[in-house]
């Protein structure tokens, strides 16, 4: 057991080293080989660039058709709900983490040896590849997240030139959420060719939008991401509000698979292509008028 | 009841619960051979499990609940007010206003210990305003309302920064952190409560007989040579540390420090003096059995403990009111 601890500390140093030094002795470095996640955007990424052997447990979540994007693909395995006596008996050798959540856990992990590694929250394009690359990297396999990445390159660049005519839409999520130019969503907005109204509202990241800025600035297209269907919420009920009726607002509802807006991933691709065929759908018949 | 039994019982009862709390979780453990491995091979998974995660969490659990039990009545039998304890005074949402803001700014990834160390502060703070506000010769009333308004000042607070997080995900992380929780702690973090809580703790040695005394009203109190204004302080700052240190490490657990001083004062003969040590091993016996409880009931994501002892607690609120009400007429 010792000699294990030991080699295992070596290795690491090995790795510091290398880091340090700058020689990429990572690829002589033994990928991990039991990883549990404990964030669902860590299954997800999961799921999709790690071995399907590498994989030790993934969270509960994953096998919720509401969150995640790979939920088929997540039932063979073992799931956890994050707690660390739940983590340790698969005995990982990584541990990977959301930014948000469980720190007593990730303390506690840490604090008995186990490697955890965080998967940050991604507010753009640019982070959405970091993190496709980091769980490449750590799982072992940068081929498989600089392939990914390139493929969702191609894509992008396919994407038309913004058009400072194009249509306004909100992201208006239960309670009025909405989202601003620095956050993923409000990105791929943008990148699909759409105007966004909480932008305009003078949301920068995460923020709401009220009814009375929704009846002024009234969008073209609201974008939806409901969770469950056929559950009563105030907020979705709000769209139905007499105000919004009586304003001759009727916008264009675009729905959004929640598992698709939850986690970030490459589907956001797919996300961005049905914004934008929405948009073209929308934009159409009213350039013909 | 004869007192000696009571607490002979109640201590027995605290240390089944211990034992259990050892025992149950998400998957139960085989403890023997848990007990075992710790001896022999300490590095394996249900040793590890054993000593490293459910140890401290039943130790917290012991200590938090004690000390909550503890003050509890010990405020009760100094404001003489049935329906006191220690969130009346600012100390538990003190502690975590200063625990969020160090959520909120992220600091506690400067050190691991900022959050308990804060929350203390906050504790702290938050009575010492109370102390200033109220005066130094403060009557009941001027106390609980200082301690109302400094309660209240501290949760707006809490408020206007769940209100101004920063994305949903942080703000999911501040309200589920004070709904009072004792998942996976490290024995760390009970080494760093304890010291605080055993000062706290310490300061309450004694207290008890001049509680006795104040039972009969501040002026005989006081002709028997009992301090008003000093128990009074003596008692507000092992409260700031002791439940400082419960809040910094477990959250805001509500209603054990209201509750069990109630059901066991009959037992003691309502005797304050004799309340307080079985307050303390009530406590402890009511919040390992709320935690006991949260890991048995099976929803997908795990309950707080302090949601089920506010959902246990508040009910017997309102039968406190219905019953006083009915003493009164």
Redesign the interface.
């Known amino acids: ?1 010792w000699y294990r ?1 030991c080699q295992k500390l070596l290795l690491f140093s090995l790795l510091l080293l290398a880091t340090f030094s700058s020689i990429t002795l990572a690829d002589t470095h033994q990928p991990p080989e039991r990883i549990v996640s404990i964030n669902l955007c860590a299954d997800e990424l999961l799921l999709l660039l790690a071995d399907p052997k590498q994989i030790s447990a993934l969270t ?1 979540l994953s096998h919720d058709e509401g969150a995640s994007y790979f939920q088929t693909k997540a039932l063979p395995y073992p799931t956890t ?1 994050g ?4 983590v ?2 698969f ?1 990982p050798d990584l541990v990977i983490a959301g ?7 990730v ?2 992990l840490k ?2 040896g186990v490697r955890v590694e965080t998967l940050p ?1 991604a507010n753009n394009m640019q982070q959405v590849f970091g993190n496709i690359e980091l769980i490449a990297k750590l799982s072992g396999h940068p081929e498989r997240g600089a392939e990914i990445i390139k493929t969702m390159q191609e894509r992008l660049a396919k994407l038309p030139a913004a058009n400072p005519q194009a249509p306004l839409a909100a992201v208006y999520d239960p309670n009025g ?1 909405t989202v601003g130019p620095e956050s993923l969503r409000g990105q791929s907005m943008r990148l699909a060719g759409w105007r966004n109204a909480g932008e305009l509202a003078g949301v920068r ?2 923020g709401s939008l009220d009814l009375e800025t929704l009846v002024r600035l009234q969008p073209d297209a609201l974008i939806d991401s409901p969770y469950t269907i056929n559950t009563y919420s105030r907020a979705e009920a709000l769209s139905k509000h007499p105000a919004l009726r009586g304003a001759q607002l009727n916008p264009h509802i675009i729905s959004v698979p929640s598992n698709m807006t939850i986690c970030d991933g490459p589907w956001i691709m797919d996300t961005i292509e049905t914004l934008q065929h929405e948009r073209l759908n929308l934009s159409q018949p009213r350039t013909s008028e | 009841m004869n007192y000696r039994w009571l607490l002979i019982s109640l201590s027995l009862l605290v240390f089944c619960l211990f034992c259990l709390s050892l025992v149950v ?3 139960p453990l085989p403890i023997w051979q848990a007990a075992n491995e710790v001896f022999t ?1 300490h ?1 394996s ?1 249900l040793a ?2 054993l000593t ?3 140890l401290p969490r039943a130790l917290i659990a012991l200590f938090a609940g004690a000390t909550l039990g503890l003050c509890g009545a010990a405020m009760q039998g100094l404001l003489r007010n049935p329906l006191a304890s220690p969130d009346l005074i600012g100390s538990s949402s003190g502690a975590a206003l200063c625990a969020v803001i160090v959520l909120y700014f992220g600091l ?1 990834s400067i050190s ?1 210990q900022m959050l308990p160390l804060s929350a203390m502060l906050g504790a702290l703070i938050a009575t010492g305003l109370v102390f200033a506000l109220a005066g130094r010769d403060a009557s009941i009333t001027t106390l609980i309302l200082a301690g109302v308004a400094v309660n209240a000042l501290a949760t707006s607070a809490m408020s206007l920064l769940l209100n101004l997080a ?5 703000m ?2 501040l309200v ?1 952190w004070t709904m009072g929780d004792i ?4 024995m ?2 009970f080494w760093l409560m304890l010291p605080f809580t055993l000062i706290g703790w310490a300061l309450m040695l004694g207290v008890g007989r001049q509680l006795n005394a104040l039972t009969l009203g501040e002026e005989t109190a006081a002709s028997l040579g009992v301090r008003p204004s000093w128990i009074r302080w003596r008692i507000f700052i092992a409260i700031a540390f002791a439940v400082g240190a419960t809040v910094a490490t477990t959250g805001m657990i509500g209603f054990i420090g209201l509750v069990v001083p109630h059901l066991l004062r009959p037992l003691v003969n309502y005797e304050p003096a004799r309340l307080l040590p079985a307050a303390a091993l009530g406590g402890a016996a009511m919040l390992l059995t709320a935690d006991i409880g949260v890991r048995l009931i099976p929803t ?3 309950i707080k403990v302090g949601v089920l002892t506010a959902l246990v607690g508040a009910p017997f609120f309102l039968y406190l009111i219905l019953r006083s009400r009915k003493e009164h007429v």
Not at chain 1, 83 to 86: T, V
Not at chain 2, 166 to 170: L, Q
Not at chain 2, 183 to 186: A, F, H, L, N, P
């Open positions: 057991m601890v509960h709900t707690l660390a006596e739940e340790l008996p005995k930014e948000y959540g469980g720190i007593q856990t303390n506690l604090k008995l929250l959420y990241d995460y | 979780g998400r998957d091979d590095r998974v590890i499990i490293e995660i459910r506690q691991a920063p994305s949903p995900y942080a999911r992380e589920l998942t996976d702690r490290s760390d973090d997908e994501s795990a």
